[in-house]
């Protein structure tokens, strides 16, 4: 793997089972160095199991894999050492102040302390917690929660930050806040690796993502250039009863490059969504409601696999 001593990660057929199911099946990426790359995929995709084995806590069981130039089966003590890592959930110590999360967390990396209280200060202040430091964790929000585990996982200065689901259980504000602190970190030139069932997360955070499904990946690209190739620019919404439907698809059929039908509305995808909407109320046809808007990466989603990243 030449490639390997330039990437932060290389991975060749990479494969994961446990007891005979296969939850990542022979799956190949690079990660740059400085870029923010995504895996993006439904719950059960296989982006939780990719992300152990980067983070050496779960073995290969196929395939070559080399995570900062080196192999996890028999470096895995020098790799977590170069490591950030923002697990799913929170596991912040509630007994011990905010600051003090930050300085036991460097101990484990034998940061010596005055270097590690002047990270912890500064760290704090980049996730914007500095008036906290000496608050207990158990009252802080969710969305500060997630902050200080993001200003835990940098305490060591990594070469690489592992994000698994970063912004889940948060509300919409929370989730902006940790989206600009994470835009602020990749500016600092950290390489990010981050793993997402929101589209518009991929699409704010990511250079790169992999598109996963069932194991596998199913696309590769960057957010636009994934759109651009699977999607059309915009997309219209119609929910209509049952039967309108067809007479939807009769009347766009010139007009739509294809027509998506979900449980609960009609996706109507077009270079001109407006356009289509005019040809829909021009045939006499009257939908409960209306929206037009641009194509995302659920869309490409969709398109690829038959079934929506959320189900």
């Given amino acids: 793997m030449a490639d390997a001593d330039r990437m932060p990660v290389v991975a060749r057929d990479l494969t994961k089972q446990f007891k005979g199911f296969t939850a990542v099946n022979g799956i190949s990426f690079a990660v740059r160095a400085g870029e923010s790359f995504g895996f993006l995929g439904p719950n059960g995709a296989g982006k939780t199991s990719t992300m152990r084995m980067i983070g050496c806590v779960s073995p290969v069981t196929r395939g070559e894999l080399r995570v900062i130039g080196m192999d996890p089966d028999t470096q895995a003590s020098a790799i977590k050492a170069r490591l950030g890592v923002v697990p799913q959930q929170d596991n912040l110590d509630n007994e011990i102040t905010v600051r003090e999360n930050l300085l036991m967390y460097a101990r484990y990396f034998d940061i010596p302390a005055g270097v590690a209280a002047t990270r912890a200060d500064d760290l704090l202040a980049f ?29 060591n200065e990594p070469d690489l930050v592992l994000l698994d689901e970063p912004t889940t259980g948060l509300d919409p504000q929370a989730r902006h806040a940790i989206w600009d602190r994470l835009y602020r970190l990749k500016q600092r030139g950290a390489t990010l690796l981050l793993t997402t069932h929101y589209m518009e997360e991929a699409e704010q955070l990511c250079d790169r993502v992999v598109i996963m499904d069932r194991g596998a990946i199913v696309a590769e690209g960057s957010p636009r250039e994934l759109i651009d ?83």
Wanted: neutral net charge; proline residues 4%.
């Fill in 127 to 155: 996730v914007q917690l500095s008036e906290r430091a000496h608050s207990e964790v158990e009252p802080l929000s969710g969305g500060m929660k997630r902050r200080l585990t993001i200003a835990r996982s940098l305490i």
């Fill in 229 to 311: 190739r699977y999607s059309t620019r915009e997309v219209l919404e119609l929910r209509v009863p049952d039967a309108r439907r067809a007479a939807i698809r009769a009347a766009v059929g010139h007009a739509a490059d294809r027509v998506e039908e979900l449980p609960d509305r009609l996706q109507v995808y077009t270079a001109d969504a407006e356009a289509a909407l005019g040809i829909v109320s021009a045939a006499g046809i009257h939908p409960e409601s209306a929206l037009v808007r641009r194509s995302t990466l659920e869309d490409v989603f969709l398109r690829l696999t038959g079934h929506a990243l959320i189900d």
